[in-house]
Antibody, heavy 120, light 112 residues
Framework: EVQLVESGGGLVKPGGSLRLSCAASGFIFSDYAMDWVRQAPGKGLEWVSSISGTSTSIYYTDSVKGRFTISRDNAKNSLFLQMNSLRAEDTAVYYC?????????????WGQGTLVTVSS | DIVLTQSPDSLAVSLGERATINCKSSQSLLYSSNNKNYLAWYQQKPGQPPRLLIY???TRESGVPDRFSGSGSGTDFTLTISSLQAEDVAVYYC????????FGGGTKVEIK
C-alpha cells in the first residue's frame, strides 16, 4: 500500500525557515517524480515544486523560486522541502504527492498534509 | 503559463441527476506526438487530500466509479457525474500537466 506521510509543519515568523519532510512507502520511490502542492485556508490547490526520480529535473512555481528548495533521498524514501524567507502568503497545508515517471504528470497518491502557518 | 478556468464556481444538483463541470485552458493541452490531452481531474472532500479521478482527460483512475467521466480535447474539457450520489459532494479541480503543473480554481458540488 502506497503511503505518504508529511511532517515538519508548524508556526513560524515571517522571514523564518521550515523544512518539510515526506516519508514514502509501498512503492519504488526512485521510480517516481514527487511533488509538493499547497492549499491556503479556504482556497484552491496550488502546485509548488516537482522533482524527478533521480533529482535531475527540478521545477518551482514562480512565487517560491529562490526561497524554497526541493530535494529527495532515495536511499531513505524521503522527500523534502526547505522553505526560507517565509511570508504570510505561504500559509497553507502542504501536501506531498506522487507524480509519474515523466517530466510532468498527474498525482495519483497524496499525503494527508502538514500545516504551515506564517505569522508574527 | 497555461491557465485553467473552471465553470461554474459552484453548482447544486439533485440526487440522481447529472452534474457537469467545465474546464477551459488558455492553450491547447493536446500533445501532437502522442495525441493525448495533458489534463487530469481531482475530487477533494472537506478535510481530505485530493483524490485523482481522471487522467489523459478521459481515463478513469482505478477504483473510481463509472458515473464519473471526462471528455474534451485541446482547450475545452468536461467532467460529468452521470447520477449524483450524496458521497460526491466535494470540490472538483482540473489540472494541466502539459507544462509545469497548474490547477483550475475548483468547482463546489452540492446537493439541491
Amino acid at each position: 500500500e502506497v503511503q505518504l506521510v508529511e511532517s515538519g509543519g508548524g508556526l513560524v515568523k515571517p522571514g523564518g525557515s521550515l523544512r518539510l519532510s515526506c516519508a514514502a512507502s509501498g512503492f519504488i520511490f526512485s521510480d517516481y517524480a514527487m511533488d509538493w502542492v499547497r492549499q491556503a485556508p479556504g482556497k484552491g490547490l496550488e502546485w509548488v515544486s516537482s522533482i524527478s526520480g533521480t533529482s535531475t529535473s527540478i521545477y518551482y512555481t514562480d512565487s517560491v523560486k529562490g526561497r524554497f528548495t526541493i530535494s529527495r533521498d532515495n536511499a531513505k524514501n524521503s522527500l523534502f522541502l526547505q522553505m526560507n524567507s517565509l511570508r504570510a502568503e505561504d500559509t497553507a497545508v502542504y501536501y506531498c504527492a506522487r507524480g509519474g515517471s515523466g517530466s510532468y504528470s498527474w498525482q495519483d497518491y497524496w499525503g494527508q498534509g502538514t500545516l504551515v502557518t506564517v505569522s508574527s | 503559463d497555461i491557465v485553467l478556468t473552471q465553470s461554474p464556481d459552484s453548482l447544486a444538483v439533485s440526487l440522481g441527476e447529472r452534474a457537469t463541470i467545465n474546464c477551459k485552458s488558455s492553450q491547447s493541452l493536446l500533445y501532437s506526438s502522442n495525441n493525448k490531452n495533458y489534463l487530469a481531474w481531482y475530487q477533494q472532500k472537506p478535510g481530505q487530500p485530493p483524490r485523482l479521478l481522471i487522467y489523459w482527460a478521459s481515463t478513469r483512475e482505478s477504483g473510481v466509479p463509472d458515473r464519473f467521466s471526462g471528455s474534451g480535447s485541446g482547450t475545452d474539457f468536461t467532467l460529468t457525474i452521470s447520477s449524483l450520489q450524496a458521497e460526491d459532494v466535494a470540490v472538483y479541480y482540473c489540472q494541466q500537466f502539459y507544462t509545469t503543473l497548474f490547477f483550475g480554481g475548483g468547482t463546489k458540488v452540492e446537493i439541491k
